[in-house]
């Protein structure tokens, strides 16, 4: 495991949120680097065991030696499938880092930065199909609105998708240097470098279909995880951040609180950090890309 792949995120707070206890079971929903794996295992005793999910083939050269690791090249969306395959119905904790590794941004060719010049592609998985230029060059006007606008918060997303649709006319928008000029063009001038992370961020979304897996593994959540289970989450975005916030305090991704004929609040979990833990100073000067980290910490009733 490489600490230059990718330097784990409030990981400390994230252990000690985890709660862990002589021979727990817990699930690394993010392995990547693996550095909060490594820090996972340092925690548990010798009848411990650690799940560690992870779609991108890259993560897999950084599984570490250890036999209390079990380490699954799939995307968290099938941990429920995937532990039931090793006979574990529930475990003691669950932790999700949501960021993109730093590995996946300084690789060029992975196209997920508008840094480098880069065929448009921003696959987590190399297998999949559906890439950034796909995306670009064959959705409709309408769906591409609404995914700058929904995953981006773009706010002039109709500007940008017609400049777009102009240029892919003339000529297919392959690379990433092609897609910034573009957007580029419809940035307002103070954020431009703000405007082009919405607009990769958007594309990066949808091409990995992040915001319905993120769906998909938090309901999971309720079924895997024991009464006193933790629910530990690092997310680094409004959209996702708001879903796990909605998520933790209700059960639901409305945020609709149910009470009972008494006015009890029914929530399947206990919120742990009332108030949100972000990186402090000393961690935001290590590591910069610790800025936007929120995390989240639930317990499982």
């Known amino acids: 495991m490489s600490a230059i792949y990718h330097i784990p995120v ?8 985890m709660n862990l206890h002589p021979g727990a079971s817990v699930v690394d929903a993010t392995f990547g680097g693996g550095g909060h794996s490594a820090m996972i295992l340092n925690a548990l005793d010798s009848g411990g065991r650690l799940f560690a999910f992870d779609q991108d083939e890259d993560a897999a050269g950084n599984a570490i030696e250890d036999d209390r690791l079990f380490f699954i090249r799939h995307n968290f969306r099938y941990v429920r499938n995937f532990l039931k395959y090793y006979d574990v119905e529930q475990v003691d904790a669950v932790f999700a880092d949501l960021g993109v590794s730093s590995h996946e941004f300084d690789e060029a060719e992975r196209g997920f930065s508008f840094r480098f010049d880069a065929p448009l592609d921003m696959r987590m998985n190399r297998e999949a199909t559906l890439d950034a230029a796909k995306v670009v060059n064959e959705y409709d ?21 017609a400049q777009i649709v102009k240029a892919r006319n003339e000529a297919p928008i392959k690379t990433t240097t092609r897609l910034k000029e ?30 319905e897996a993120l ?47 008494y006015g009890n609040v029914q929530s399947p979990f206990k919120i742990i950090n009332r108030k949100v833990i972000v990186a402090g100073e000393q961690e935001l000067e290590a590591n910069p890309r610790s800025r936007s980290a929120k995390l989240r910490i639930a317990e499982r009733i």
């Open 141 to 161: 006007e309408e769906k591409l609105q609404m995914i700058f606008r929904m995953y981006g918060e773009v706010k002039n997303a109709r500007k940008l998708v």
């Open 215 to 261: 769906r998909e593994f938090l309901a999971t959540t309720l079924e895997i995880l024991k009464p006193g289970g933790r629910l530990v989450i690092l997310t680094y975005h409004s959209l996702e951040d708001r879903l796990c916030k909605n998520f933790m305090k209700s059960g639901n991704f409305e945020g609709k609180i149910e009470k009972d004929f």
């Open 182 to 211: 573009i957007a580029s063009s419809c940035a307002p001038r103070a954020i431009e470098n703000k405007y082009l992370a919405q607009v990769f961020q958007a594309l990066r979304i949808e091409v990995n279909e992040e915001m």
């Open 10 to 17: 409030l990981a400390a707070e994230s252990i000690e949120g």
